[in-house]
């Protein structure tokens, strides 16, 4: 079996665990919805104020549901072994953490985009404001992907505490929501907003490959 056809078998196993956890992705969206509706009641119809404070409440609504869905990441996988027998498969740990991290962009991040558009209808957003919110989103989501996967791997070293990678997704997503809310707020210069998440983008997505197989090889040598 090439390459090629074990990359495709990897996402076909994936869409098939996706699907036979799709109560997880419901419940993420879920949490999401309801959570534009209390924050929408507590500030009131002032649409002005909804306009103001809505891209940013998108944004952090956005990062904690995609919390809920690290502990999934490597935890069942490590657990039941596929990791160990996907790599005597003849794929790097390297390349299997590189996979997880767009699979889980494919199957776990990307149904949001169908959803903001309707959740911007609640806080007013403009139209242009909704195409840069949706830009922000596809790059600032893949870059969460990327942390997501060195915290869910940190984890198999903490099976005490799975609140300690929450905690560093939220710290690195700091500078991912200032500058998406910055290009999503920006009159001009959008690319410079655009170069700057695309830069983070391409130093994690370097990062997130030899860290998270570090962590996944110590954890399976101390398992």
């Known amino acids: 079996m090439n390459i090629i056809s074990k990359i495709m078998f990897f996402f076909v196993r994936e869409f098939k665990i996706s699907i036979k956890n799709i109560s997880d992705l419901f419940i993420n969206i879920i949490f999401f919805i ?12 002032d649409k002005e104020v909804l306009n103001l404070t809505g891209i940013g409440m998108l944004w952090t609504l956005l990062l904690l549901s995609f919390t809920l869905s690290l502990k999934r990441y490597y935890q069942e ?3 039941n072994g596929s ?3 996907i790599h005597m498969g003849g794929l790097s740990y390297e390349l299997i ?15 949001f985009l169908i959803i903001i558009p309707f959740a911007s209808l609640f806080v007013n957003l403009r139209y242009e404001q909704l195409i840069l919110l949706l830009l922000s989103f596809f790059i600032g989501s893949l870059i969460l992907s990327c942390l997501g996967s060195i915290s ?3 984890n ?6 799975f609140t300690l990678g929450s905690l560093i997704v939220m710290i690195f997503s700091i500078p991912i929501i200032i500058f998406s809310l ?11 907003f655009i170069n700057i998440l ?26």
């Open 34 to 45: 309801l959570a534009i509706f209390i924050f929408v009641f507590s500030i009131g119809p």
């Open 77 to 79: 996988d490590f657990e």
């Open 83 to 85: 990791l160990i027998i």
């Open 97 to 111: 953490v590189i996979l997880k991290i767009l699979s889980h962009f494919i199957f776990v991040q990307l149904p």
């Open 152 to 154: 869910a791997s940190m």
């Open 156 to 161: 198999l070293l903490n099976k005490r505490n």
């Open 182 to 192: 910055g290009l999503v707020n920006a009159e001009e210069n959008f690319s410079y």
């Open 198 to 223: 695309l830069g983070i983008l391409l130093i994690f997505f370097a990062i997130s490959p030899w860290t998270s197989a570090q962590c996944i090889k110590l954890a399976l040598a101390n398992n």
